[in-house]
């Protein structure tokens, strides 16, 4: 099966730079995705890693390291409206379906 | 906006009530999905279907029955529910029904059973 790790909540500072870290343990590995979830609305897709290594696309980027099972997306130049939940998720054994973490709330304050 | 689009966005029903769900996109995608979100946890898959076949039902009660009667709508027909089925249902679709396809969501529909 997957287990999948992310903090449950972080706060940080409009304009500053926080990285949210990901972890995961599943028997094949088929890429990674990020979501960004605001409060009532529907996930919307951030990025897919399935190489090792940093892909940046504008404020945000996400890394992946396969051999030590890890991600983690940064989020650059805060603002406001960054608060929201993250969900990393991974495909499971079979590669059928995406399996979701528990998702990561982000605060962002003035 | 969402390129996905789900009526009704708010549901309340009884536990006797029959209702109906519905989803449509017009991206061309052959794979769309049915998720369960309840407050504060992630998406928890209900069905796919790939081009317009059931392919994954993740043990649904059968009080849940999905219809998809073409490429572009999904239908989540709802008979009987329980206070515990109140939750978001969000629909999404991908172009092709496989792990490392991402996937778009609708907004989805809030669903309260009383």
């Known amino acids: 099966g997957q287990n999948i790790d992310q903090p449950t909540e972080m706060t940080a500072t409009e304009g500053a730079i926080v990285q949210i870290n990901c972890t995961y343990q599943?028997?094949?590995?088929?890429?990674l995705f990020w979501y960004q979830q605001h409060a009532g609305e529907a996930p919307t897709f951030l990025s897919y890693?399935?190489?090792?290594g940093l892909e940046e696309k504008g404020r945000f980027s996400s890394f992946l390291s396969r051999s030590k099972g890890y991600s983690y997306l940064l989020l650059k130049e805060l603002q406001m409206k960054d608060s929201a939940s993250y969900l990393c998720a991974v495909p499971n054994t079979g590669f059928q379906k995406l399996v979701f973490g528990t998702g990561t709330r982000l605060l962002v304050s003035p | 906006d969402t390129e996905v689009t789900q009526t009704p966005k708010h549901l309340v029903m009884g536990m006797t009530n029959k209702k109906s769900l519905k989803c449509e996109q017009h991206m061309g995608h052959r794979a769309m999905y049915w998720y369960k979100q309840k407050a504060k946890k992630p998406p928890e898959l209900m069905f796919v279907?790939?081009?317009?076949?059931?392919?994954i039902n993740e043990s649904v009660p059968s009080r849940f029955s999905p219809e998809c009667p073409n490429s572009s709508l999904l239908n989540l027909h709802l008979h009987a529910l329980q206070p515990e089925d109140s939750a978001l249902y969000l629909c999404a679709s991908s172009q092709e029904a496989g792990s490392y396809q991402p996937q778009h969501f609708g907004d989805g529909t809030r669903l309260s059973i009383l």
């Open positions: 599943t028997s094949g590995f088929n890429g």
């Open positions: 890693n399935v190489l090792d």
């Open positions: 279907y790939s081009y317009e076949k059931l392919s």
